[in-house]
């Protein structure tokens, strides 16, 4: 097991690597020039070339990669051309607002998600089946952008229940920690700002959470319905045991692994920032930031978010398989 | 199992209800929604709206505007002297005003903020890229001490709009114990003389200003002025409708009539200092081989990649301007938040020529002078269509359909060619389009910033060029030149008076329209006043 782990990260460094050449050549094939963006629509041509100067610029592709490779390689992913601020800096003060919107976003849509799969597939073609998976087709065809206004329309114009932006009512000191707000209010023993951003993540994790809560209940019924067929099932119910435990006692079990599959892709993407979903809300997390960073082509920024994302991803697959062999102990790895 | 339940019921209610009124009531909290964040927080090293609009609420110049217009008066200089050959300008400043750190302001805190900017041996130089610098202010030689509280600025050639551009952002004074202190991360540290000190800077979600209690003037009315960033304008109107910012930038022109109807908010629209036009590429530009930003004599005009035919005659380009009607553009597709452009500038700057009249909007005359030109059957040609809202532009690809199809009227067939942002700029420098739609806001207020730089010949290099029209006309340039070199207002006037009509005679352009420029409060704001170059003064800002 523990062997298997430390290959799992040796081969880290190889996808590391290709991540990052790959990121490196699109960016730069990309046309548009980083010198320019920074200086402005009205700078000098003089400018311009001092820019490109001091932040290598004008040497060869091949060139600047090695620099960047060796300076990567001592943990030095270089400063942002647009702000001027340590790339790693610049992520690693966002990745929190992404972290924790993400974590309660995947709470909802895997609780809502894996219960609603449950019970259309225990009471299939009921009329609860077809309301849940009629919802659940409903969820994965609808545009976040759209469901992020409507949401707020309702909950924040209409009803005034809950606020529609940002991250915390900003009028509460609050004091920052780990960047996990809920986290820090809870250290702090600060009760107004931890109820404030909670009543903050409520929308953009509804709506961030809608498309893989979907997904979950869909695999979650399929996957049920199939071990719900199979011979063990029937014996447990030939002998007697109550429905509820053969559904969620034996069933369920055996029904998690493409769930759990699902739930790390899911996770996987959206640690990776959710765009859209940050805009509506003006989520400050790690999404935007790289969107930004490649509209202004600031170059270190995109590859150091580029290798960042594929470290979670797979770090995140990691998980994910360790996580098999905790459901299925038949699962093994040599 | 009961005492859970009901547990979570008051949790939930809690959240529902939410705990609002915690914040200290008496103070005066005002919240600016932006739609973007911040690059950096050194006003002399940002070229950004957005950064340009949280520096001038903690920052000051020698100079600054009068309130709503691009007049000059004295802000931490009280007064000062021109010499007789204009080359030098003598400051006497303001005493007793102190830096939010609480050093004194003084002529070394000038010096400091200038030098740093154009003198490469400075120890601060290396700290900022100062884009402004080479490009407003590159005909200030040097910036001298004469004593503690007066200071010379010696020009190396008259240059009548340096007034004016002294009250940029640019041009605001730091404080160099701050400086110091932060070396690389001053950035970070904003620290100036202005109204309103620097508490926090949260990125991407807000940056928290407060009353500067020392201010050499009266104290601001309000305590504290956060910008919140909301980057998706409805998301913004939403939040300024349920009271959780109280002004915000960019409204969307189609919410315009949902803002108009609700009582609680108030639109200021006010005509903006830009221009947005189609260019047409008139074919030559030249190469700046010394970079200097100047056609020298051994710098010869050569043909621009994008050169075609056509274009290159007068008649035809004068036809494509009275093929389109503007008029209609304005109405249907700026939706009324624009007046249409008869100039390259606005007409409220100085030396706008009213008296030029516009090429109607005649398509059978259009017609005629193509046949003139020798294409009675029209011809083909590309348009570079912008794939970003500017605010001169709110909707390029639309403006650039209402052209093609108004040119498809009259004979010429319009080809849509669309690429990202940078790379459009980076071609249209270059001279690689036959017609692109762009446009100016502009920098400081002084004419010399509309028409010398994007009409000029000494703007026409192939790869830095700001006329992409490539219009190379010498004696537009000349005027150019001597008004930016003569302090006399009426004379300057005079000169761009006669620029505007070769300009208008050689038709490089379709001047389509200035926008206005817009912005959403609360009716319980009140005292803020729309600038023409869009900058965003908070200090006299009060809530009722």
């Given at each position: 097991m523990k062997q298997y782990i430390i290959k799992r990260l040796l081969m880290l460094i190889p996808v590391l690597l290709g991540a990052s050449i790959l990121a490196f050549s699109l960016i730069h094939l990309a046309p548009g020039d980083p010198a320019r963006t920074i200086a402005g629509e009205h700078a000098s041509a003089q400018t311009i070339e001092r820019i490109q100067i001091k932040y290598g610029l004008d040497k060869p592709l091949i060139t600047q990669?090695?620099?960047?490779?060796?300076?990567?390689?001592?943990?030095?992913?270089?400063?942002?051309?647009?702000?001027?601020?340590?790339?790693?800096?610049e992520i690693l003060s966002r990745f929190p607002n992404t972290l924790e919107l993400t974590l309660f976003s995947m709470f909802i849509a895997i609780t809502v998600g894996v219960l609603a799969g449950i019970v259309s597939a225990s009471r299939q073609y009921s009329l609860l089946d077809y309301g849940f998976m009629g919802v659940a087709l409903f969820g994965v065809s609808m545009p976040v952008f759209w469901l992020g206004i409507m949401l707020m329309m309702v909950f924040g114009v209409f009803l005034r229940w809950l606020p529609i932006s940002g991250r915390i009512d900003i009028m509460i000191p609050f004091t920052r920690i780990t960047g996990l707000y809920l986290l820090d209010s809870i250290i702090t023993g600060n009760w107004a700002a931890f109820i404030s951003s909670l009543r903050h993540l409520i929308l953009p994790s509804l709506a961030l959470g809608t498309i893989p809560m979907a997904t979950i209940a869909r695999v979650t019924r399929s996957s049920m319905l199939e071990v719900l067929k199979q011979d063990f099932i029937r014996t447990e119910r030939a002998k007697g045991l109550p429905e509820r435990l053969v559904i969620y006692k034996h069933a369920v079990r055996n029904a998690l692994i493409p769930v759990v599959t699902v739930i790390g892709l899911n996770f996987g993407l959206l640690l990776s920032g959710a765009i859209l979903t940050e805009t509506v809300f003006s989520w400050p997390g790690v999404g935007r930031y790289v969107v930004n960073a490649v509209q202004m082509r600031d170059y270190p920024a995109v590859q150091g978010c580029v290798l960042f994302f594929a470290f979670i991803f797979v770090v995140v697959n990691l998980i994910t398989d360790i996580i098999y062999i905790y459901i299925d102990p038949r699962i093994k790895y040599q | 199992m009961r005492a859970k339940r009901l547990s979570i019921v008051l949790l939930v209610s809690l959240l529902v209800l939410g705990i609002t009124t915690l914040g200290l009531a008496q103070e005066k909290i005002l919240v600016f929604g932006n739609s973007g964040d911040v690059a950096r927080l050194d006003p002399a090293d940002v070229t950004d709206g957005e950064s340009i609009s949280r520096m001038d609420n903690i920052f000051e110049g020698l100079v600054e505007y009068e309130a709503g217009s691009t007049e000059i008066k004295p802000c931490l200089a009280e007064s000062w002297d021109i010499s007789e050959d204009g080359k030098e300008i003598v400051f006497h400043l303001r005493k007793g005003v102190k830096f939010h750190d609480g050093t004194d302001f003084n002529a070394d805190a000038v010096v400091f903020s200038f030098e740093r900017q154009y003198n490469p041996e400075h120890p601060y130089h290396q700290y900022g890229e100062w884009s402004y610098w080479g490009y407003m202010f590159s005909d200030i030689d040097r910036v001298e001490k004469i004593d503690d509280y007066t200071v010379k600025l010696v020009l190396s050639e008259p240059n009548a709009s340096i007034m004016?551009?002294?009250?940029?952002?640019?041009?605001?004074?730091?404080?160099?114990?701050?400086?110091?202190?932060?070396?690389?991360?001053?950035?970070?540290?904003?620290?100036?003389?202005?109204?309103?000190?620097?508490?926090?800077?949260?990125?991407?979600?807000?940056?928290?200003?407060?009353?500067?209690?020392?201010?050499?003037?009266?104290?601001?009315?309000?305590?504290?002025?956060?910008?919140?960033?909301?980057?998706d304008p409805s998301a913004r109107l939403l939040a300024l409708e349920v009271g959780e910012i109280h002004g915000m930038e960019y409204p969307n022109p189609a919410d315009f009539d949902r803002i108009k109807a609700n009582p609680d908010l108030v639109l200021m629209s006010e005509p903006g200092m830009n221009i947005g036009y189609m260019a047409m590429n008139t074919g030559y530009g030249y190469v700046d081989a010394n970079k200097n930003g100047v056609k020298d004599p051994?710098?010869?005009?050569?043909?621009?990649?994008?050169?075609?035919?056509?274009?290159?005659?007068?008649?035809?380009?004068?036809?494509?301007?009275?093929?389109?009607?503007?008029?209609?553009?304005?109405?249907?597709?700026?939706?009324?938040?624009?007046?249409?452009?008869?100039?390259?500038?606005?007409?409220?700057?100085?030396?706008?020529?009213?008296?030029?009249?516009?090429?109607?909007?005649?398509?059978?005359?259009?017609?005629?002078?193509?046949?003139?030109?020798?294409?009675?059957?029209?011809?083909?040609?590309?348009?570079?269509?912008?794939?970003?809202?500017?605010?001169?532009?709110?909707?390029?690809?639309?403006?650039?359909?209402?052209?093609?199809?108004y040119l498809a009227a009259v004979g010429i067939k319009v080809n849509f060619y669309q690429v990202d942002w940078a790379t459009y700029l980076q071609e249209t420098e270059a001279g690689m389009h036959q017609m692109c739609l762009l446009g100016w806001t502009g920098d400081n207020g002084d004419p010399d910033n509309f028409l010398n730089v994007l009409y000029g010949l000494n703007a026409c290099s192939i790869g830095t060029a700001g006329n992409y029209a490539f219009y190379t006309n010498e004696e537009n340039q000349e005027l150019l030149t001597k008004a930016l070199r003569t302090y006399d207002v009426e004379k300057r006037a005079e000169y761009y008076k006669k620029a505007q009509e070769l300009i208008h005679e050689d038709a490089g352009w379709v001047f389509l329209a200035h926008s206005n420029q817009n912005m959403v409060f609360r009716k319980n704001v009140e005292g803020f006043v729309l600038h023409p170059t869009s900058r965003m003064f908070f200090y006299p800002v009060d809530i009722k």
């Open positions: 990669y090695w620099i960047w490779l060796k300076q990567a390689l001592q943990g030095d992913f270089g400063r942002s051309i647009v702000s001027n601020e340590y790339v790693s800096k | 004016t551009s002294l009250a940029m952002f640019t041009a605001c004074i730091v404080s160099p114990a701050n400086a110091e202190k932060y070396k690389e991360d001053a950035f970070r540290h904003p620290c100036g003389t202005g109204p309103f000190k620097f508490v926090e800077w949260v990125k991407d979600d807000h940056i928290t200003l407060e009353a500067n209690e020392n201010y050499w003037r009266e104290r601001p009315k309000i305590d504290k002025l956060i910008f919140r960033v909301i980057p051994d710098e010869p005009l050569e043909k621009t990649p994008g050169y075609f035919e056509p274009l290159t005659k007068k008649k035809v380009r004068q036809a494509i301007n009275m093929a389109i009607d503007k008029e209609a553009i304005v109405r249907d597709i700026y939706m009324g938040t624009a007046s249409v452009a008869k100039n390259g500038m606005p007409p409220f700057m100085l030396g706008y020529n009213d008296e030029i009249e516009d090429y109607p909007y005649d398509p059978e005359k259009a017609k005629e002078l193509l046949a003139e030109a020798g294409y009675p059957d029209g011809f083909e040609v590309t348009l570079h269509v912008m794939p970003v809202s500017r605010p001169y532009m709110f909707d390029p690809p639309k403006i650039g359909e209402a052209i093609q199809s």
